[in-house]
């Protein structure tokens, strides 16, 4: 049964980032508890540098990740790691850098993978994650247009971790990082729809003015391939963290 996701509307982009890094501690603290890893899916992007930060400083007050397991939602085909505006350097330098997490527990999509390889590599991106027991709480942002991870607009939810071509929208959201439309990559590689439904719990992090429609449309019922983030609908517990410009045009 379809089921809209739950939404909270914090004070500021902080409090919110705050609140999931509070959710993430209990998490890995939980399980630490348990002797079991936590296993996280990962996001790139503006919006999750604050999470990233409040990680880093619950860190610095005790928090240990050496029991953490990661997998990156996606990465940017044909840029090397070093390229500073690969997810590689973006997750080091904000999180993984900072923390004391085991190296070999990070996974993030290789963006130098041969084309003749993509597909077995993804299928192995695929496997590794159902190997480590599968993801406890992935954390998302979202696109102006809908996607998730690099699902564009028309994903289908029936696939998991692919070669994808990216969205007019998200190339131009990705311009002045790159200096120019034209130095974007075109393609990417992310986990599917399909992967992401399949983790315990999904939060989604959206803040400022320009997601407030995109938001507004994830949280209307009717799932549509248009909005890929409408997907979420189809799973059992989601919650969208927002800031107050984000949620603006929620009832
Ligand atoms: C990129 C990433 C997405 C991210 C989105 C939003 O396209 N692939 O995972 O959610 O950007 O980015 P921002 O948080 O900067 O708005």
Redesign the pocket.
Known sequence: MPKVPAFHIFPSAKAASTALADEISQLIRSREAEERPTVLGL??????IQLYAELVRLHEEGLSFRNVVTFN??EYIGISRENPESYWQFMHSHLFDRIDIVPENIHIPESTVLSKNLESYCSSYERQITEAGGIDLQV?????NG????NEPGASPEVATHATELNSV?ID??AQAFGGATHVPRR?I?MGVKTILTARRITLLAFGTG?AGIVERALTPGITAKVPATYLQSHHDTTFFLDQEAGAQLA
């Not at 998302?140 to 102006?144: A, H, T, V």
């Not at 996607?147 to 690099?150: A, D, M, Q, T, V």
Request: no cysteine; hydrophobic share 35%.
């Open positions: 996001a790139t992007g503006n919006t999750p939602l996606d998302l942002g979202i696109g102006r996607h998730i991870g690099f998200t959201d990705a990417a992310t997601k």
